[in-house]
Nanobody, 128 residues
Framework: QVQLVVSGGDLGQPGGSLRLSCAAS????????IAWFRQAPGKEREGVSC????????RYADPVKGRFTISEDPAKNTVYLQMNSLKPEDASVYYC?????????????????????WGQGTQVTVSS
């Protein structure tokens, strides 16, 4: 059974930084993609960033490009989302999710329905 445990949500200041962690267990296939999503009250869940285990390729949503960085530590089975230059509009509940690929190379998508397993959300608040 795949499990994702999310941590790191906190109160951040505008212009400040936070780092979220997504610790994964139970992933059995070599090819998978892990994505970060966020959902603010009254809004749809939106993709933020994604990383492929196959080739390390990454993808970022336009609002976070240049400010957020996704990375993976395979030794710890953990994916991180480093969030810099925080903006009030980054405030949201953040989730990580994983999709495993049985054939071929894992690729990133921001379609929530593509993902099989989700971690619990973590609240990110941005305020001075």
């Amino acid at each position: 059974q795949v499990q994702l445990v999310v941590s790191g949500g906190d109160l951040g200041q505008p212009g400040g930084s936070l780092r979220l962690s997504c610790a994964a267990s139970g992933i059995t296939l070599d090819h998978y993609a892990i994505a970060w999503f966020r959902q603010a009250p009254g809004k749809e869940r939106e993709g933020v960033s994604c990383i492929s285990s196959s080739d390390g390729s990454t993808r970022y949503a336009d609002p976070v490009k240049g400010r957020f960085t996704i990375s993976e530590d395979p030794a710890k089975n953990t994916v991180y989302l480093q969030m810099n230059s925080l903006k009030p509009e980054d405030a949201s509940v953040y989730y990580c999710a994983v999709v495993q690929f049985h054939l071929g190379t894992a690729w990133c998508s921001f379609q929530p329905g593509m993902y099989d397993y989700w971690g619990q959300g973590t609240q990110v608040t941005v305020s001075s």
